[in-house]
């Protein structure tokens, strides 16, 4: 089976005039197989954000490179699209518009692209609010309508960097099942960023974990918890341990974090 | 008193004209009370002669003359400003070169203050029209300018990145995420606009016109006819607040998230 996301080599170091480079990631190497829920954790600064910029499109590697399907990326295509945090919704258009906006910017009509928004709305919980506009919502919601809008583009692989970190813990984990049961219906390829080891291992069949400053990979783990998951299984010995393991492996560069931004 | 002050306070319309029509009576009220001590007509008259002045006017045909002057000279010019005002705002903010080198000059020229210029205005196009229409202009372009750069350059990076990352143009961006987002700062700096270009207008009556407001308020008050002055202060001051009004309501109507 050949990969549907690989990303070869990359490097990234960000060079302003001036001032010091920074190195955001050095030596990146995985791959996705087609349908396969990935997550990366690893601690502020570890790059990760950066390198799904990379693989949406949006930023250049340095070196190396990623490839969809053995195309390899140069810019933002219709297989990629990538939910946001908080606040990327355009404030003067409503949800249903919100939710069509990748659709026409690709110039589908608007019959047609009202209709599949709709049908993603409706997908993410959102039916009935489709007129609201996103400062009437609340902040799990408006991230509903971030999800629906990268899902109505019907792209292959859906790219989540940190979509529920804006949330508070309760609504982070309705959301967090809600996202499992829109991934079983789509059956999408997810790479979901996030500094949350739990949500990574509750969600993902592999997490993949940074170390920081250069981000680069420190481990892969398989998740070989059974699914349909359901928060029950957050309190199991098994989830646990998998959290606990993973913590130990970025504990130092967290506190080494916590201290750097507080001094 | 307690039910009429809660009703008052209430967030409709009708409570909030009520509140202006409120105000406006105490005003006039305080006013007239004043005028019944301070009896130098010259100083002051109360706001029932002034009514009877503005009538007179109205009957006589003066004010309708004097408007279709001030009017026809100040709504050309304000639109032409804005439009002006709107393109240079995108030049500048569209070219970063441009907004340095032509930033400073106009920040310059906005600072002069231009209409201490307006005899010369009037010297070079001569009495009318079109030095009314260039002092205008002048002093109602800046506002707009300002702000439609301003406006431009503040428009959110996530919602630019949002955009590129959907694949959008760069003239995609521009009409979904940067001119939306600009606009109500735009709106605003035309609110400015207006109200500098009726002081601009009455200020280039003054100078160099035979019919406007302006002119008819320097010529009442020539006289000393202190009533016909502060009659058509108050329709200058009506056309203000309605401007205000209504470009006040155009920013929310544009803008309805940044109001919670």
Known sequence: ?263 | MRPIFDFLEQDTRLASLLRVLLSAICVLVLWQVVSLFVTNRLLLVPPADVAVALFHEIQNGDLWTNAVATVTAVVSSFLVSVAIGIVIGLALASSRLLSLTGGPVLSALNSVPIIALAPLFVAWLGLGFASKFVLVLMVAVFPVVVTTEAGLRAADKPLIEAARSFNATKLQIFTTVTFPYALPFIVSGVRVAWARALVGIVVAEFFGSFAGFGFAILSASQTFDTARVLGYVFVLGAMGLIGSVSFAALERHLAPWRQE
Not at chain 1, 203 to 231: C, N, Q
């Open chain 1, 1 to 263: 089976m050949t990969a549907l996301l690989r990303v070869d080599n990359v490097d990234k170091i960000f060079s302003r005039r001036g001032k010091t480079a920074v190195e955001a990631l050095r030596g990146i190497n995985f791959s996705i197989e087609e349908g396969e829920f990935v997550s990366i954790v690893g601690a502020s600064g570890s790059g990760k954000s950066t390198l799904l910029r990379i693989i949406d499109g949006l930023l250049e590697p340095t070196k190396g490179a990623v490839f969809v399907d053995d195309a390899r990326v140069e810019k933002p295509g219709r297989d990629r699209a990538m939910v946001f945090q908080q606040d990327s919704l355009l404030p003067w258009k409503t949800v249903i518009e919100n939710v069509a906006y990748g659709l026409t910017l690709a110039k589908s009509p608007w019959p047609q692209a009202s209709k599949v928004a709709e049908r993603f709305v409706a997908m993410t919980g959102l039916a009935g609010f489709e007129s609201h506009y996103p400062h009437q919502l609340s902040g799990g919601m408006r991230q509903r309508v971030n999800v629906a809008r990268a899902l109505a583009v019907d792209p292959r692989i859906l790219l989540l960097d940190e979509p529920f970190a804006a949330l508070d813990a309760q609504t982070r984990e309705i959301m967090q099942t809600e996202l499992l049961k829109i991934w079983q219906e789509s059956r999408k390829t997810v790479l979901l960023i996030t500094h949350q080891i739990d949500e990574a291992v509750f969600l993902s069949d592999r997490v993949i974990i940074f170390s920081a400053r250069p981000g680069t990979v420190r481990e892969e783990i398989k998740i070989d918890l059974p699914r349909p998951r359901d928060l029950e299984l957050k309190r199991t010995p098994e989830f646990v341990g998998l959290v606990d393991h993973i913590w130990k492996l970025i504990e130092a560069e967290v506190r080494l974090g916590v201290t750097a931004s507080e001094g």
